[in-house]
């Protein structure tokens, strides 16, 4: 304290010099550490780990489409050629290697303008100030953001190396036209990746960050031409391109070379199905999936996809009271479930309601899953049993034939084909409601109702296009049921596989019920309700239609369910709302029709198998028989040398030669059977009864379930 006091008094005109620097140091010290301590607060890490694009893949790891908050291609620096960086740091922030995130000689010059003009209108921001500004703070024009950018990149220069300050900055910059990052850019300007840009190339980018919407190419040539010879020049005055560089680069075009952009309003339901999978089965957020860089293998076709869409806009198809109608479509892979095409609506957006996932009442088609699939499965019946066609009231419910006509007796085979409801019903009855849920009930399909309409597709919620498509598919898959997905592969942006779990197929059917099924739905599109289709291969579906609650000639919905050996469909057709102003004209032609067209269109493409392949060890399943009704029968007396007298009945013999023809002879009110012949028009009776003159006649008869026709006519010898 004395020698304090001492020097105070030895040099008393030094020590006010000596306390203003003791000053000034501390000071500066506590301001070195204030700028480095708040750096930490200015800059936040986690941001710069930047938006990226998630590309959707096909099968094949061509882009589909990106779905992007910000159009962002992440590349490393290693990738990004030298040209392309000195362009960048030329025009930028050409001391970038030389300074410690903040060049203090542009920001004298800067302060000095900004005092003169009493404003903050002189900008000296190096890359890393911009990098600071742009991931973490706004473009207000201030002290206080200037300070915290100074603190943000000083600190930033202390825990990144330059290399990576750069390579986050290249790949956050702005280029306009929703565009970011350089390998965005580069592939929106010039159609290939940054490693492969030229000089040129490079400069015009480089030249776009500073004002991206005022020196844009596209809507200004001449000043980004200017702009870009502006960094060709400054590349040169720092030697870093020689003079004949110079000459040859800036007497350029700009030669951009931009690659088709196609409008892809058919992708958006598909799109929104992906989405919803990502947010399902692998917990990853909608923001999650347009901002976290992910590549998604999807199983789309491009080409199904797109006819499905093309024939949505068709007005042919879509006939009801208004021009509101709906529809939904959606195309399952036979071989491994995967979706390959879904259309929620006719002119869906993303986001818009996917009706492909929109429950409805399945009016008929509904009859193979619940009716007649379990009633074989479980051998209540075969395909060629004989059922009842009549009028009934079980318990108050007396459901009615779509026609009115009722065939007293029918075989299931054709009471399918004609889509009988009379005898769906009746079936349910005798197999149980409960029987039948139970198998909708095995792929968690909950169908609350109770009653016998459930035969019928009258359901209080009702199914959805891709429920009724996955159901569909199992009878070609042996019997196996897939859930639906579209997505094979997803990988983030790091390149690794997120894994996520995989459902097993559930035993559905057996495999004989289900080759069964499918000849019989065959039967349906090849001459039953669904006959008016055109589709001239294999093909195999059920038609469905629910009546109007409000209009009595209406319909409400309008089905077909169906598959080929490639691809199951489900097309649902109607009114997102159905009132007395609001219904279809037409039923179940409306969705055959589209269906058909829409898979001859894409047999054009794949050219799918002509039939369907029987698996093994299943028995297949014969043609119907079709017994004929006789009406000229005709009975001779004959003689012969070998045969000698007898008595020759003959007819007309049905082409299908599996017929069984039984020969009865009445004589006096008594009638005998006499004989059986197969396939054949012609019976012999040795016995000859001159006498009493018998009448002869014959009843044909089913060999696949022992159904008789109509007996013939009758004929006497003499």
């Known amino acids: 304290m004395k020698r304090f006091k001492s020097f105070n008094d030895k040099y008393p005109r030094l020590k006010w010099f000596v306390y203003s620097l003791i000053g000034f140091i501390v000071i500066s010290f506590l301001g070195y550490m204030f700028i480095i301590l708040g750096g930490r607060f200015v800059v936040d890490e986690e941001n710069f780990v930047l938006s990226e694009s998630t590309a959707l893949l096909n099968e094949d790891g061509e882009e589909i489409i990106k779905l992007y908050d910000e159009n962002r291609t992440y590349v490393p620096i290693t990738e990004v050629p030298d040209h392309v960086k000195e362009a960048f740091i030329a025009i930028e922030d050409h001391r970038f290697y030389d300074h410690s995130g903040v060049d203090f000689w542009s920001v004298a010059r800067a302060v000095s303008v900004d005092l003169v003009t009493w404003s903050k209108a002189e900008g000296a921001s190096t890359i890393t100030q911009q990098l600071v500004k742009n991931v973490e703070l706004t473009n207000e024009k201030s002290w206080m953001r200037k300070t915290k950018e100074v603190m943000g990149a000083i600190y930033l220069e202390r825990v990144k190396s330059k290399d990576e300050i750069l390579e986050y900055y290249l790949n956050e910059i702005y280029f306009g036209h929703g565009v970011y990052g350089i390998e965005s850019a580069s592939q929106f300007f010039f159609s290939k990746p940054v490693d492969q840009l030229n000089l040129s190339e490079a400069a015009l980018l480089a030249a776009l960050p500073k004002a991206p919407n005022l020196y844009s190419p596209l809507k200004n040539e001449d000043l980004a031409l200017e702009r870009r010879n502006l960094v060709l020049n400054r590349m ?32 958006n339901s598909y799109i929104d199905l992906v989405i919803e999978e990502m947010e399902n089965q692998y917990h990853l957020s909608r923001q999650e999936v347009y901002t976290g860089g992910y590549e998604i293998k999807v199983g789309l076709d491009r080409q199904a996809q797109k006819i499905i869409y093309e024939e949505l806009q068709n007005d042919t198809y879509f006939k009801g009271s208004n021009d509101n109608v709906e529809s939904a479509v959606v195309l399952l892979d036979q071989a491994s479930g995967v979706v390959r095409a879904a259309i929620g609506g006719r002119n869906n957006n993303r986001g818009d309601l996917n009706r492909v996932k929109v429950k409805k009442q399945p009016g008929s088609t509904i009859k193979p899953l619940i009716v007649y699939g379990p009633a074989i499965e479980e051998s209540f019946y075969e395909p060629y049993s004989v059922l009842n066609d009549e009028q009934i009231d079980i318990d108050g419910y007396n459901p009615k034939n779509h026609d009115g006509v009722y065939d007293g007796e029918i075989t299931l085979y054709d009471a399918l084909r004609q889509s009988k409801n009379t005898t769906a019903v009746a079936v349910l009855n005798e197999i149980g409601v409960e029987t039948g849920k139970s198998y909708l009930e095995k792929i968690e399909y909950e169908i609350q109702d109770q009653g016998l309409s459930v035969a019928l597709g009258g359901l209080e919620e009702g199914l959805t296009p891709l429920q009724m498509a996955a159901a569909y598919r199992t009878f070609y898959d042996e ?26 197929p559930k035993r559905l059917f057996s495999k004989q019920t289900s080759w069964y099924m499918t000849r019989l739905l065959e039967a349906v599109v090849e001459s039953g309700t669904a006959s008016q289709s055109t589709y001239p291969k294999a093909f195999a579906g059920k038609t469905g239609s629910t009546e109007h609650p409000q209009v009595e000639t209406g319909t409400k919905d309008a089905w077909f369910v169906g598959f080929n050996p490639a691809y199951t469909i489900a097309t649902w057709i109607g009114y997102d709302q159905s009132n007395e102003e609001q219904y279809l004209i037409q039923g179940s032609p409306l969705a055959t029709n589209l269906s058909s067209q829409i898979m001859s269109r894409i047999d054009d493409v794949h050219q799918f ?9 299943v028995k297949d399943l014969e043609a119907p028989v079709r017994l004929p009704t006789i009406q000229n029968l005709e009975a001779k007396f004959s003689f012969g040398f070998i045969d000698g007298l007898f008595i020759e009945v003959t007819w007309t013999p049905s082409d299908d030669e599996r017929v069984i023809y039984h020969v009865y002879k009445e004589t006096n009110g008594d009638v005998r059977r006499i004989g059986q012949v197969t396939g054949e028009g012609r019976f012999i009776d040795h016995s000859v009864d001159y006498m009493n003159n018998p009448t002869y006649f014959v ?5 696949l379930n022992e159904q008789t026709g109509s007996s013939s006519n009758r004929d006497r010898a003499f």
């Open 236 to 267: 040169h005055d720092l030697d870093w391109i020689n003079a004949d560089t110079l000459k040859s680069q800036t007497g350029r075009t700009l030669g951009l070379n931009q690659g088709e952009t196609e409008e892809s309003p058919w992708l």
């Open 479 to 504: 019997g196996f049921f897939v859930e639906p997905y579209t997505i094979l592969e997803v990988k983030d942006r790091h390149g690794d596989i997120i894994e996520t779990t995989q459902q097993k």
């Open 609 to 617: 198998a002509g039939e369907f392949e029987k698996p093994e060890d």
């Open 699 to 703: 009843v044909p008869e089913n060999p």
